[in-house]
């Protein structure tokens, strides 16, 4: 009985015999690179939702149900704000929040220098009376000398205080980057 090659059967002697011919000719070929770049910069996001944020006093009064944090009277919280990739430019603070009074919504990007305690501003937001609405604002970061992502000096975290009557939902850290790794 006769064996026929199939168009399979030869697709894979032809892939086989090309990487055996790879191999017995000596050529090697492997990535010694460790930085990939993009030519043009990719944008990127880091989430952090309601879930994430701590009370920054024990006597905080708040509900925490992981989509929204609701406050029975006025408190600030505090996130930490991680995966962000080394070198990366910070370009937008997002945050999605409800409210039913005049007192404004803050929050607040931030980072801490390790090597002296110094906390600076990177991105602040007041926000303002939404009927209720459940809403989303942005904060544009646009100061060159705060938007360099460096974690081997910096701890980045989020700070947000609201009153009574609001919810706050998350946010969001938008950043722009260049290469795959370093």
Known sequence: MRKHITSRNAAFFAAGGFAAALFLGGAAH????????????????????????????????????????GFAGGACFTAAVNNLPQGAKFTALAFWYDK?????????????????????????????????????????????????????????????????TEHFWGARVAFTYTTAGN
């Open 30 to 69: 492997a990535i010694t690179d460790t930085v990939f770049k993009y030519s043009r910069p990719q944008i990127g996001y880091t989430m952090i939702p309601a879930s994430a944020f701590v009370p920054q006093s024990s006597s905080a009064t708040y509900t925490n149900l992981g989509y929204w944090i």
């Open 100 to 164: 039913n009074d005049t007192d404004a919504v803050t929050i607040e990007l931030a980072r801490m220098q390790m090597s002296n305690h110094d906390i600076g501003t990177i991105a602040l937001a007041h926000a303002g009376d939404t009927t209720g609405q459940y809403v989303g604002a942005n904060v544009k970061i646009a100061d060159a000398s705060l938007q360099t992502v460096d974690n081997g000096h910096y701890l980045y975290f989020i700070n947000q205080c609201m009153s009574s």
